[in-house]
């Protein structure tokens, strides 16, 4: 299941990220996304990742079966940013050059199928 939060004025084309969703992560993980301003993004990436920066994606694992992602709604590649977001919370990530491309590559799979 996924669901929607928009705190920003800027309409979503939800129908986008519910397909990306089906690609990305297994039919029973539940997912909530948030669109937030650049404002917001900044304050949670201070909060959880120590970073005083505007984050264009944060990615929050809940549990092994639910998580949640936040979207910077000024980005604009969204369905990349959601994918990647996706990933992170499937245990991918990029800490090296290998695990980069292992991302990259998957990314693109699912954006282009």
Known sequence: MISFTNLTSKSIRRRTFEKLYHKALPKTFELS?????PSFMRKLNKKYRRKDKI?????FLIDKSSGEIFLNRNEKNL??????GCLHLNGYDHKNDKDAARMEKLEDKILNS
């Open 33 to 37: 996304v948030v669109f937030a301003t």
């Open 79 to 84: 369905p990349y940013l959601f994918v990647h």
């Open 55 to 59: 984050a264009n994606v944060l990615s």
